[in-house]
């Protein structure tokens, strides 16, 4: 087993994600949510983070299980499903790390998680891995960022959440590039009438693809077919400009 340590999606960082994203998209949701009525198995969801399409899967009757890395994400996740009465099976690992017993019909990742995995070898492995993972003509579905959707660099940018509470959180971020890997270094405030009372330092990477550089490295992991989706409609090839790709991968 590969030893790793989180550095990223600490408290702050959870709670944003949690007051910014209460729920799934529904474009992303009813698109994923198509692949999971057609699978003839137990679904995974790598790096699910709060649970936002998890337990809304869940609910509904899917058999639908998850891990991610973060225990502050999976803490909320927790939260959320003893409010709703869900008892989901969901664990803490990284992709690299995962070893079930489970073959699943169908492994989904939204919202471009899949780029947190930055380091080739890793990428190769944790592939490798998830194809394993797979029952036969099992599919791996995720999002991959293109150099589309790089945001400006060098540029100091803020960002603020009100809490319930009244406190307000706050997000100082800059973004670099270095390959095809974009870096985006976050100071996250928690401040409490006018005195910053918690501080949180993230190193948040995310590694950008060309689409036929992914292609390549899929088939070189094991898929027989690869198709390149409009994010979210399936019905649609992507154009040049799209800023995210979905892949569809058949093992």
């Not at 790598?46 to 994400?73: I, K, N, W, Y």
């Not at 492995?125 to 194809?131: D, G, R, W």
């Not at 100071?187 to 006018?194: A, I, Q, S, T, W």
Request: glycine content about 6%; hydrophobic content about 40%; charged content about 25%.
């Amino acid at each position: 087993m590969i030893q790793q340590k989180l550095d990223t999606y600490l408290d702050l960082c959870t709670q944003v994600y949690e007051i910014s994203h209460p729920t799934p998209e529904a474009d992303a949701y009813a698109f994923y949510r198509s692949y999971v009525m057609n699978a003839k198995g137990p679904v995974l969801e790598p790096m699910c983070g709060t649970g936002r399409f998890l337990l809304p899967l869940f609910a509904e009757g899917f058999e639908v299980q998850g891990f991610d890395a973060s225990e502050h994400m999976l803490e909320a996740l927790h939260a959320k499903a003893k409010l709703q009465g869900l008892n989901p099976t969901v664990w803490k690992s990284f992709v690299e790390n995962l070893d079930r017993p489970d073959r699943y019909s169908l492994i989904f990742i939204p919202t471009g998680s899949f780029g947190l995995i930055t380091d080739p070898a890793a990428i190769k492995t944790s592939l490798k891995i998830l194809y394993e993972h797979l029952a036969q003509d099992g599919i791996l579905l995720f999002e991959g960022e293109t150099l589309k959707s790089m945001p400006q660099l060098g540029v100091w940018r803020g960002s603020n959440w009100l809490r319930a509470d009244g406190k307000m959180i706050m997000l100082s971020s800059c973004a670099t590039l270095e390959g095809k890997v974009c870096t985006s270094i976050g100071k996250y405030e928690l401040v409490d009438h006018n005195s910053i009372i918690q501080t949180e330092i993230e190193i948040y990477k995310i590694r950008l693809y060309e689409p036929a550089e992914l292609t390549t490295i899929l088939k070189d992991a094991g898929f027989n077919e690869v198709k390149l989706i409009k994010a979210f409609n399936r019905n649609m090839d992507p154009e040049d400009n799209d800023e995210v790709i979905i892949f569809e991968c058949r093992k």
